[in-house]
Nanobody
Framework: QVQLVESGGGLVQAGGSLRLSCAVSGGTFSTYAMAWFRQAPGKEREFVAAITWRSSSTGYADSVKGRFTISRDNAKNTVYLQMNSLKPEDTAVYYC?????????????????WGQGTQVTVSS
């Protein structure tokens, strides 16, 4: 009965910022690795960022490195994605995912639980 609920998506101009949140309920959040994936229309789902539980180590796709920051607040059972310097090519549905093993891989098949997605649209 693990549930992930994303929020914070919306419309922003190129160069602007958004912060996505993902609240987790029904599980042991502090032991989960958390990740963000995204999917644009007509394209495959792609990895964006991940954070482990053991050391809070982070990893990023090359396309977002230096612009996006993933973080977690275990007291709030919430993971965040701070997105700065947004580009039109960042436009996609963003999905939050949890891996109960805590590894934080870049592969979608490694994740057990998924949110419903939140739309991010970046206008030029």
């Amino acid at each position: 009965q693990v549930q992930l609920v994303e929020s914070g998506g919306g419309l922003v101009q190129a160069g602007g910022s958004l912060r996505l949140s993902c609240a987790v309920s029904g599980g042991t959040f502090s032991t989960y690795a958390m990740a963000w994936f995204r999917q644009a229309p007509g394209k495959e789902r792609e990895f964006v960022a991940a954070i482990t539980w053991r050391s809070s180590s982070t990893g990023y796709a090359d396309s977002v490195k230096g612009r996006f920051t993933i973080s977690r607040d275990n007291a709030k059972n919430t993971v965040y994605l701070q997105m700065n310097s947004l580009k039109p090519e960042d436009t996609a549905v963003y999905y939050c995912a949890a891996d109960h093993r805590g590894y934080g891989s870049r592969w979608s098949n490694d994740y057990d639980y998924w949110g419903q997605g939140t739309q991010v649209t970046v206008s030029s």
